[in-house]
């Protein structure tokens, strides 16, 4: 279905998201960018994908996200990306609940092509990443919002400077994003630029269409749990994170499910559900992401990092890349942190499920 939307007197078509996906997305959740499984070869493994997305759902996730940051942007391998869009979507219709929906992400040079398949396999909704549109003018980037939209709705996708394909966004741009997208994930790791998309998305015409993800590892419990103002023609609007969407969520997920809700429902009165208290999570959590996505090696073993830690689980065959290996360290240093917080591991939960999810995945 097409919608005619009005940017700067001009008029525009986009597809419009269907509204009950649409209620579902603004639930909020957690949302995992999921990982490439590949073989010692480097092959992607169709098995050992569908176990990690079995796992994903069985854990609570709202969305599984193929083609992001952490599954390597798929290796810009058209024909990896159309199978790995065709195997989440047949695995979370015939396992997922009806509160999940289908989002895919899209970027590097074959941005509208990934756009089409997603559109093709029934995806809800596909997130456009900088690398679509990386070092290109402000007008440029907003056509790209234009072309995509009106393939498939859209939604943004701001990465980290230490990302290749990362760019700034300013107030006007995202001002333009939001008058295509469905919303945005801010991940910039960065207090201010986030600010600006905050403030961006308040003073959206579109704002109760627009849902708010953080994907700032580094402050992620801060994010979840704030309540962020803004001056909007002298009327103050409340801007919420709705979900998170990040490369933590794509390991120990049923763990980082029970911390979000409680965090979520933290902010809304309610009592407090984890052991430890909101101040000691954050900083644990912080913790696991530092280790993880190779922080102190400026983040170049950032899914080496994941899928060290998802081999430990019997998740993956091995933390195969196409173009990571590790930092001498990095796995004592995840391994420290998860063995000594049962809080914030799925060992118990993958104890009692692994066995069947294999067996389901043909392994």
């Given at each position: 279905?097409?919608?005619?939307?009005?940017?700067?007197?001009?008029?525009?078509?986009?597809?419009?998201?269907?509204?009950?996906?649409?209620?579902?997305?603004?639930?909020?959740?957690v949302w995992v960018p999921s990982?490439?499984?590949?073989?010692?070869?480097?092959?992607?493994?169709?098995?050992?994908?569908?176990?990690?997305?079995?796992?994903?759902?069985?854990?609570?996730?709202?969305?599984?996200?193929?083609?992001?940051?952490?599954?390597?942007?798929?290796?810009?391998?058209?024909?990896?990306?159309?199978?790995?869009?065709?195997?989440?979507?047949?695995?979370?219709?015939?396992?997922?609940?009806?509160?999940?929906?289908?989002?895919?992400?899209?970027?590097?040079?074959?941005?509208?092509?990934?756009?089409?398949?997603?559109?093709?396999?029934?995806?809800?909704?596909?997130?456009?990443?900088?690398t679509a549109f990386y070092d290109?003018?402000?007008?440029?980037?907003?056509?790209?919002?234009?072309?995509?939209?009106?393939?498939?709705?859209?939604?943004?996708?701001?990465?980290?400077?230490?990302?290749?394909?990362?760019?700034?966004?300013?107030?006007?741009?995202?001002?333009?994003?939001?008058?295509?997208?469905?919303?945005?994930?801010?991940?910039?790791?960065?207090?201010?630029?986030?600010?600006?998309?905050?403030?961006?998305?308040?003073?959206?015409?579109?704002?109760?269409?627009?849902?708010?993800?953080?994907?700032?590892?580094?402050?992620?419990?801060?994010?979840?749990?704030?309540?962020?103002?803004?001056?909007?023609?002298?009327?103050?609007?409340?801007?919420?994170?709705?979900?998170?969407?990040?490369?933590?969520?794509?390991?120990?997920?049923?763990?980082?499910?029970?911390?979000?809700?409680?965090?979520?429902?933290?902010?809304?009165?309610?009592?407090?559900?984890?052991?430890?208290?909101?101040?000691?999570?954050?900083?644990?959590?912080?913790?696991?992401?530092?280790?993880?996505?190779?922080?102190?090696?400026?983040?170049?073993?950032?899914?080496?990092?994941?899928?060290?830690?998802?081999?430990?689980?019997?998740?993956?065959?091995?933390?195969?890349?196409?173009?990571?290996?590790?930092?001498?360290?990095?796995?004592?240093?995840?391994?420290?942190?998860?063995?000594?917080?049962?809080?914030?591991?799925?060992?118990?939960?993958?104890?009692?499920?692994?066995?069947?999810?294999?067996?389901?995945?043909?392994?």
């Open positions: 279905m097409y919608t005619k939307c009005n940017q700067n007197g001009k008029i525009i078509k986009m597809i419009k998201l269907n509204k009950e996906k649409l209620n579902i997305i603004k639930k909020g959740g990982p490439l499984a590949l073989d010692s070869n480097k092959r992607f493994s169709e098995k050992w994908q569908k176990l990690l997305t079995l796992y994903y759902i069985k854990a609570g996730a709202k969305t599984v996200v193929p083609g992001a940051h952490t599954g390597e942007f798929a290796g810009d391998d058209l024909e990896i990306y159309d199978n790995w869009l065709r195997l989440i979507k047949e695995t979370v219709k015939k396992y997922g609940s009806r509160e999940m929906f289908l989002m895919a992400a899209i970027g590097g040079k074959n941005f509208i092509k990934q756009a089409e398949l997603a559109a093709k396999y029934g995806y809800d909704i596909v997130m456009v990443a900088p290109k003018k402000d007008k440029d980037v907003i056509k790209i919002f234009k072309d995509v939209a009106s393939i498939i709705p859209t939604f943004g996708f701001e990465l980290q400077k230490a990302i290749t394909g990362s760019r700034e966004f300013s107030l006007r741009l995202w001002d333009g994003i939001f008058e295509i997208s469905y919303g945005a994930k801010g991940a910039s790791f960065d207090t201010y630029r986030s600010q600006i998309m905050l403030e961006a998305a308040a003073r959206s015409a579109r704002r109760n269409d627009l849902v708010m993800v953080t994907g700032n590892d580094d402050r992620i419990i801060a994010d979840l749990g704030g309540v962020f103002r803004y001056d909007v023609n002298g009327k103050v609007v409340k801007m919420e994170y709705n979900a998170g969407l990040l490369g933590h969520f794509s390991t120990d997920t049923h763990a980082a499910v029970k911390w979000e809700t409680a965090v979520l429902e933290a902010k809304e009165g309610n009592k407090w559900k984890i052991a430890i208290s909101e101040k000691e999570l954050a900083h644990l959590v912080n913790m696991c992401n530092g280790a993880l996505f190779d922080a102190l090696g400026n983040f170049e073993n950032s899914i080496w990092g994941v899928k060290y830690r998802l081999t430990k689980l019997g998740l993956l065959p091995g933390p195969y890349c196409f173009h990571e290996s590790g930092r001498p360290g990095q796995a004592e240093a995840i391994s420290k942190i998860y063995d000594s917080h049962p809080a914030l591991n799925d060992e118990l939960f993958l104890l009692e499920n692994l066995d069947k999810m294999k067996k389901e995945a043909g392994l």
